[in-house]
């Protein structure tokens, strides 16, 4: 039991889910589905428990389905997303290093070439 609060209070100081969290996690909602399904009995099915209930079981439920698409999803470490940061940068200035060097071309050759002269106007008399 030690071990176990022990681990659970050390998961609060680090990312990502451990074990010990996730076992509170289903605690939790097993001791409020039971308060729950307790006060359904004693007042004789108030409709307000049992939305309640409905309620909370379904939370439950997609708690459960949240957890199972954390352990799916391939998550990438700090160091991992700093060196994914750091190629994203390094592409992003050979890119605008390219478009850069396109528009100088694109300058130069504007400048360079040769004016076409203005067709003659006509006057209205």
Do not use: C
Not at 8 to 32: C, V, Y
Not at 98 to 125: G, L, M, Q, V, Y
Request: hydrophobic share 45%; aromatic share 8%.
């Amino acid at each position: 039991m030690s071990s176990f609060v022990t681990g659970l209070w050390e998961s609060i100081f680090q990312p990502g889910t451990s074990p010990q969290l996730i076992a509170a996690t289903h605690i939790s909602f097993a001791a409020l589905l039971a308060t729950l399904g307790w006060l359904i009995a004693v007042t004789h099915g108030n409709i307000h428990f049992i939305m309640l209930f409905i309620i909370a079981s379904l939370l439950w439920i997609t708690v459960i389905w949240f957890i199972a698409e954390l352990k799916s999803a391939k998550l990438l470490t700090n160091a991992e997303l700093d060196k994914k940061a750091q190629e994203g940068d390094e592409k992003k200035d050979s890119e605008e290093k390219k478009d850069s060097d396109e528009k100088e071309s694109a300058d130069k050759a504007a400048s360079t070439a040769t004016p076409t002269p203005n067709a003659a106007r006509s006057r209205k008399a």
